[in-house]
């Protein structure tokens, strides 16, 4: 059986969908910022994925995929600045304790 | 054949490693195993025929964030022993597997309109002909290094320490 869009996709979606349960469920800031880091990897496979399947000529998938990356490495160096003056400031970076936003 | 071997054994690998970083309680050891499903993500592309972005991934996610990531890790020391998953467990699993469900119902269903041309390779040369040419994706790039600006200013201004 040769591997076809279908089981990269798949790949993707299981990926994304890990992804997603340990955002939710972590408590961890850390660990919560490399699971979204997760969640992007898989949205790229799937992009790449398209792109080499769907119009292997025109690369345009690769080119999207090269912005994900951008604003993935933006979104870690914000992410992890506000980590550590979270930490800087209540000494713990445990989202359930942190809630002073929560209503 | 050749890539249906690397496909799965790149497949085990990121799914692997990534409920390893979901439900690894050491946070250490869950960014290490982070960097081996990052690794594992440069070989998918390589099967995709990626060869620029594989390398990139390596350079970017590899060399740089994983790095943010354990530096980060080590400044926040002493909270990293023990990380117990908070209750919302039960429903973000039910979400987290009913939009699997979906996703996988939703890709298996549809006629996605395969070309039967080869991928292009290698991808560097037109990949930079199409990001840079004159009605390629140039506004796109320059206002990616303005975000990337931005962001590395936001960082500095967040962590430094507050003198009065």
Redesign the interface.
Known sequence: ???????????S??????????A?????A??I???I??ML?AV??SL??F???????L??G??F???V??????????G??????M?RHFK?????NINLLKW | MG??VA?WIM?VV??GT??A??FLRN?FR??LT?IL??IA?AG??I????D??AA??IL??VG??SV??I???M??RG??KG????K??IP??I???V??GI??YA??STP????S????TP?TE??AA??FSENG?IL?VLT?AT??L???L???V??RENHK
């Open positions: 059986m040769t591997i076809g869009l279908t089981h990269y996709l798949v790949l979606a299981v990926l994304f969908c890990i992804g997603l349960y340990g939710l469920t972590r408590r961890n850390v660990i910022l490399m699971c880091e997760l990897n790229n496979i790449i994925a792109s080499s399947y769907v119009v292997p000529q690369l345009t690769q080119v995929a090269i912005f990356m951008v604003v993935a490495a933006a979104e870690v160096a914000v992890l600045a506000i980590v550590l003056a930490f713990d970076i445990d989202i359930n | 890539q249906t496909f497949a990121i799914v990534a409920l970083v979901v946070v869950a960014a982070l499903c990052f993500v998918i592309y099967t995709l025929s990626a620029f972005l990139v991934q970017v996610y740089a964030i943010l990531i530096l980060a890790i400044m926040t909270i990293q990380d117990p998953a908070n919302l467990q973000a699993a979400v987290a597997a939009l699997l996703l996988v890709v298996t996605w309109g395969i070309s041309q080869p991928p292009l991808t037109p990949l199409k990001l994706y796109p990616g975000l990337l931005a962001a590395i936001g960082a500095i967040i962590t």
